[in-house]
């Protein structure tokens, strides 16, 4: 494809997971009020466990205006994610050959319920991250917090760890399209548990690591699973060579 091409492909794609958020929108616009009680738990917690006043605020006029858009938009993000997964993965495959073409339908298969899986993961270990982090006020003070923050930080963290346990499955489609090799990936693995490690202690800042655990295991084998589809994929392309190899020396 030439590059005036890939733009077009690009805008077509685009177009199509603009237009499956918009609709998961309007979907999430339904079901924000109950998406935000849900949400709020963490801070009727914080009264029981705290022993303190704790109150959601909303300091403008339109700021639950605000509060609902953004839910919708969110809730639209994860409702409609098989169809902007699908067009990422879409966009990818003039990389791939035929014969290879039909794995996308099965990463997408694959990543929908590993982002599903890591927003569920984030929801576990929200309520021990904002016990946490308001735990660090004196007791006898009051926790009045800004409702846009609070929303912020929640789906923030939610659709962070949703987006980090499909991140293996990029990995095996930039494998798929030759872009790296199972040796690299294999290759990185100490920096690849680094990182992960890091990133699970950033977004649960908990006072155990029993919650960095939970999220830290899953994506290590994650990233494992990921090579030994690479390594399985890379063996098999290797093997074609050669017989291709001995098919054109007869």
Same mark, same amino acid.
């Given at each position: 494809m030439s590059l005036g091409q890939h733009l077009v492909e690009l805008?077509?794609?685009?177009?199509? $997971?603009?237009?499956?958020?918009?609709?998961?929108?309007?979907?999430?616009?339904?079901?924000?009020?109950?998406?935000?009680?849900?949400?709020?738990?963490?801070?009727y917690a914080i009264i029981?466990?705290?022993?303190?006043? $704790?109150?959601?605020?909303?300091?403008d006029i339109t700021s639950a205006f605000d509060l609902k858009l953004k839910?919708? +938009?969110?809730?639209?993000?994860?409702?409609?994610?098989?169809?902007?997964?699908?067009?990422?993965?879409? +966009?990818l495959m003039p990389g791939l050959t035929r014969g290879e073409k039909k794995y996308v339908y099965g990463f997408v298969l694959t990543a929908v319920p590993l982002f599903l899986a890591g927003?569920?993961?984030?929801?576990y270990v929200l309520p021990q991250v904002v016990g946490l982090m308001t735990s660090f006020a004196p007791p006898e003070d009051a926790a009045f917090i800004n409702a846009q923050n609070y929303?912020?930080?929640?789906?923030?963290?939610?659709v962070a760890i949703g987006i980090a346990f499909v991140l293996p499955v990029f990995v095996v489609l930039l494998n798929f399209?030759?872009?790296?090799?199972?040796?690299?990936?294999?290759?990185?693995?100490r920096i690849a548990v680094l990182v992960i490690i890091l990133?699970?202690?950033?977004?649960?800042?908990?006072?155990?690591?029993?919650?960095m655990f939970m999220l830290a295991v899953p994506m290590i084998v994650l990233y494992f699973a990921a090579y030994s589809i690479a390594y399985l994929h890379?063996?098999?392309? $290797?093997?074609?060579?050669?017989?291709l190899e001995r098919e054109l020396a007869l």
């Open positions: 805008r077509k794609r685009l177009f199509r $997971a603009a237009a499956g958020i918009l609709i998961g929108g309007i979907i999430g616009w339904i079901l924000s009020e109950a998406v935000w009680d849900a949400l709020r738990q963490p801070i029981e466990a705290q022993a303190r006043n $704790a109150q959601i605020n909303y300091p839910i919708a +938009f969110y809730v639209g993000l994860v409702v409609s994610s098989p169809v902007w997964l699908y067009q990422i993965f879409a +966009f927003c569920a993961a984030g929801w929303l912020d930080f929640t789906l923030k963290l939610l399209a030759g872009v790296i090799s199972a040796a690299s990936i294999i290759k990185s693995w990133f699970t202690a950033i977004a649960t800042p908990a006072a155990d690591v029993v919650s890379d063996k098999r392309a $290797a093997r074609r060579a050669r017989a």
